[in-house]
């Protein structure tokens, strides 16, 4: 299924790149998978969820995503969404992004972040446009959209495989404006 995705989003604005996560709640049914297969879930204290970590690029449209257990934090994907980036110009992300080795990896890769400071870093961001990081609710709209798709919202395939399967199709279906 992500070989039809990776085909159609071969048009997209990469100049710049939002990044983000969002969490979904896992149904009771999507428990009970055989051992060894990947599930993708993790508990917390909402429950068992599932973290999207999602890019998009200038339009909104998903550029690439990858799915973890809802008890890893952001800064823990951000190597597997960078990789996916090819001509990406500024990669804007919220605060969980914030870290030296984040910035220092992007700079390597010649991509500008624009990743706000925490409240309590000791040396203020003078280079920090803050202009992009307005527009970081492209990303957000991005996953409102997503989870407009009930399949999506809800979770209940057992297993990571078959609801990366579901959420390809959805970034398709976003990509080319079918919804």
Known sequence: ?????????ASID???VFADGSYIRCHQHSSGARRGELRATG???GGTTTKIHLAVDSHGNPIDFKITGG????SQAVDDI????????????????DSETIRNRLKQDN?????PKRRNAKQPDVAFDHYLYK???LVENTFARLKQFR????????????????LYLACTMIHCKLN
């Open 71 to 74: 008890d890893v934090h952001d």
């Open 135 to 137: 527009l970081r609710h």
């Open 43 to 45: 508990k917390s204290r």
């Open 1 to 9: 299924m992500g070989a039809i995705f990776f085909d159609l989003r």
């Open 111 to 115: 991509i500008s972040p624009v990743i």
């Open 151 to 166: 399949s999506i919202a809800t979770r209940y395939e057992k297993l990571a495989r078959n609801y990366k399967s579901m």
């Open 14 to 16: 990469e100049e710049w």
């Open 82 to 97: 960078i990789e996916m980036l090819t001509d990406a110009t500024y990669f804007i992300a919220d605060k969980a992004y």
